[in-house]
């Protein structure tokens, strides 16, 4: 049974519950199918469609895990242990576009892209929550989440995404405790910004099921507690996550919704992040004159912007980062045209000049890009020399990202062999890739 389920082989699933005395009324009563459907399966009949699939397994009480569909991570702890990255997958364009329906119905009312009824939540045995909040429980979910981000930041999603993922269990049960509507109002912007922070760790850890996931949980709860900014920074970071698998049309198209949660907002801020993540999106299009149109956006929103009063979630996004999406946009450009590198290497200089130890693993991140440049450039041993600082800024950060991230210094390093300084750059990658 468990061979048959892992191919989803259905028929043979269903035949298997037959020679155990399961009739066809029993199947089609459990899997909320007809008889005759049950009857052209036993016949055969191939089930492809994810809900079919998921309903199946559902019904007949199998761990989606056991048939390699997406579920939550209390399933994942029952059947793997740790998330989702032994599954065997539904093809990823599938998941993109069910994650792009839901962040539609989400932020325009509407299923613009298609219906999306799937279940996103997580539910791992959990601490019990007080019966009553008040609002000191929520200003608690705070801390904590603030305290969690900046390990993120500092030692990347692989050290503190347990603890988040812990925290998230034990505060979604105070969604069902009492208290007054101010109260579960910011109950829900608390639990979303940590739902989204659940998404982001589980991204950089390489989770992508879980993180999509989180990032869902994210926008209902934002959306619930009207908070506009929050949305747009959720489908941000989950375009992120599409920017990262090399799907920029995809990645767009969140960015594009998050454009208009951002503008109904009213923050500048918002927008200018979301303005230079469309421009790195435009860039891996290959579409330089969007692209260079949406970093002049976000660098005018960003110098309107009130900074001061700008929501936690959105504050991240300062002078550095400016410079460092200048940067990454251009270093993406460059690939394709080595004149970018002028661009390029000032802003990421600048850049990985003002970030300290908390941020290491932007600052890992600008290094490689920068490194990367002064090898398109020409300058190797400059070059070579600053990709050393990125892999010694990379070491102790448990970020599946960073290494991903690096993929393009490599690429460049294992071009130039010949050169004595790119050959021993290239060595190190291949040591710090097999290591």
Known sequence: MRAALSKREISTVYRLLRQHGVSQRQIAALTGQSQSEVSEILKGRQVMAYDVLTRISDGLGVPRGYMGLAYDEATAIRVVGAADGQQA?????????????????????AAVFGSESGTWAANPARTPAPGRIGMTDVRQVEAATRALRALDYQYGGGFCRDAVVAQLSWGQQMLESNGTELVKSRLFVALADLHSLAGWTSFDTGLMDSARGHFANALD????GENHPLVANVLYRMGRVYLHQEAPNDALKLFQLGQIAAQESGSELAVAVLCANEAWAYAMMGNDDQAMKLLGRSKDEFARADIANAESWVKFFNETDVYAMIGTVHTVLAQQNAAHTKYAIPALTRAVDSYDDDMARSKAFMLSALATNHLIDGDLDQGARVGGKALDCADGIKSERVRDRMRPMQIEAEKRRNNADARDLADRLHAFYAA
């Open 89 to 109: 997958e539904e093809d990823e364009s599938v998941k993109r576009r069910r994650f792009l329906a839901h962040a539609a119905q989400v932020t325009m009312g």
């Open 221 to 224: 709860l934002a959306k619930q």
